[in-house]
């Protein structure tokens, strides 16, 4: 029998070590290997990315080849410029391809680009091997020993892990590779349409990535970033498998870091190093595995001599938290990544909401400006402008860098939503998946659903102080004077709060505290500007709290018809924060407020008819609790087990009180 031609097809997995796909195809003993990677349009024009985490997939791609060559010189990574849709049809005649091996990928998209491509591989006559290894567990079983449920707490992971098995031992990487076959490619590229090409505003020059299908050289070299027309990347974090395993290995020499970890013990303020371990852009792009951490992490911990920390917070527990996220959205699927139609997230009329489209039900990735005044703050926040030292530093640092810790995450996402702003948690997200090099679509939206307590989590009335919060760690603000050095000579507390200090003080020290941010950092008289704070925080977090206090009272969820049909607002009084007209408007989305001027305008889709929502409604409780018959979400079950429940059965939650807590001592995830 002719051996084996098999397409090992890398995506969310850049390495070599501990893959299961990879040994499963090297199982199948091929005649010849061609490991690939297709390009693919929907993440080059479709999904959010900035320049920082193109550098760091490049730098993934170019160390793997490299691996590749050093274990066989006739063979590297065949970087294919197509769409795989369209190219695997050609690419399975003309390479005579008999197995196409892959790892599991739960994303929304991949998914179905999956199922997609696993039907043109079953009429070309083509075996499919798909295995896990993004994640400790399958998604799927998780679901599946999760009553069918997205899983949404830890006790919920660990239980349901316990019915999947134990997680596997980590395989070491292979020592030989096959040679690839020949590669050529008798016939066309089909180039994807650019248009709509949502990272237009990341490019300063032409993007050409679909130039030819093998590259501008015809070697199936991976791109750089003047071919994607990229501004240059500006993060100090280098991507690749061999950094990877380098940087592991130096966290695990350090055991009693390792085994002592406590997530809410460390510090957001650390840099240079950083207090956590930063792997989670390694994890993203597989160029770590993550039972290779786990195990690593977990072996030490069981020699450790001392008392070893446990999970949710130590080193094992955060990769759980992984797993969870996966789990919930492998369960919703696209949905998950919205609070329209969306069972398990709850509904707060936010400002800045997501426009739908009545025909998928999903959001469009654009919004509705409902409200200029809230339009101003977002941008403000986005660029770093807030006039808070604290929260500007953070998403200085997001911007420039791709990273920061989680309870900077925690600080900037608490401010934007429920904590300051009150805009929607998507405006958020939609800003870390274009800055974050860790950014991963599962963990990004349940994070953000639990710092706006949608979801996961539901003490809204522990909110962040960005002026206390930070002095926690940080009296001297060391980490704000390095992400805003207007300030770097304020002194004390008046680095936290710069607008507190006398003029005398601001002139001294070299920087004025006036204007919104919006004319630079040059002042006149050679002194810096920085500007004034946009908002009373106290004032704001009471507001927030008294529109959170009421939306958890209303009790809505996404997926209730009221949601989808609109008529949720002659439920919401027309001074609550956020601002509604009552009567029927936009599916999700609020209607135009009065006070709303400039900036962006959308379209708004007509909602769906009553009718039309019940059912919409009654089909994503089906999805979601693969039965159809119990309500999922509508209230929170006592056998939840959250962690907010591990909170709460310890010491009972205080009355809402306005809490400027550090909350994270609560947080663990
Ligand atoms: C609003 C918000 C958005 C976030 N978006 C992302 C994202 O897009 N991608 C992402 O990987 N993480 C995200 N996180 C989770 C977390 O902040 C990062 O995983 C973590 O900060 C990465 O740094 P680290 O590798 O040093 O983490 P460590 O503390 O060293 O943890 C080790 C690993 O555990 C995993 N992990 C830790 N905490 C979490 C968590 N809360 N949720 C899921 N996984 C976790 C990560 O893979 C991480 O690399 C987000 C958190 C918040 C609050």
Known sequence: MAKPRVIYWFRTDLRLHDSPALKAALDLKPECLYPIWTWDPHYVYRARVGPNRWQYLLDCQN?????????????????????????????????????LVFEKDTDAYARQRDEEVMKIAKSAGVEVVMKVGRTLYDPDELIKHNHGKPTMSISQVQAAGKKTGAIPRPIPAPTKLPDPGNTDLPFSQEKPPQDPDINATQRDGKEASYSALTGPNNDFAVPTMRELGLQPATTPHCGGETLALQTLASILANESYTATFEKPKTAPTAFSPQSTTLLSPHLHFGSLSVREFYWGAQDIVSNFKGKASQPPTSLTGQLLFRDMYFGAQAALSFPFGQTF??????????????TID??????????????????????????????????DALMRQLRTEGWIHHLGRHAVACFLTRGGCYIDWERGAEVFEEWLIDHEAACNIGNWQWLSCTAFFAQFYRVYSPVAFPQKWDKEGAFVKRYVPELERYEGKYVFEPWRAGVGDQRRWGCRVEGDGSEGVDGEGGLKRYPKPMFDFPTRRDICLKGMKNAYHVGLYGND????????????????EGPTTGGNGPPGAMVEHEDASGGEDHDVPA????????????????????????????????SQGTLDGIVTRGKKPKKEKNEEVFPNETHYG
């Open 607 to 638: 909602p769906p008819s009553p009718k039309k929502a019940k059912k919409v409604a009654r089909e994503s409780e089906k999805k979601a609790t693969g039965q159809g018959k119990a309500k999922i979400g509508h209230k929170r079950e006592a």
């Open 63 to 99: 160390d793997l080849s490299k691996s590749i060559t050093k274990i066989n010189p006739k063979s590297k990574l065949f970087l294919l410029r197509e769409a795989p849709q369209t190219l695997f049809p050609k690419l399975f005649k003309a390479w005579k391809i008999t197995h």
């Open 341 to 354: 139609n969306n069972p398990t997230c709850r509904f707060i009329p936010w400002h800045l909401p997501s």
């Open 358 to 391: 009545p025909a998928t039900q999903l959001v469009t990735g654009s919004y509705q400006i409902d409200n200029a005044q809230a339009e101003e703050w977002f941008q403000r926040w986005k660029y770093g402008r807030t006039g808070f030292p604290w929260i």
């Open 561 to 576: 018809p009221k949601v989808l049909d609109g008529t949720w607002r002659t439920l919401f009084d027309d001074a609550a």
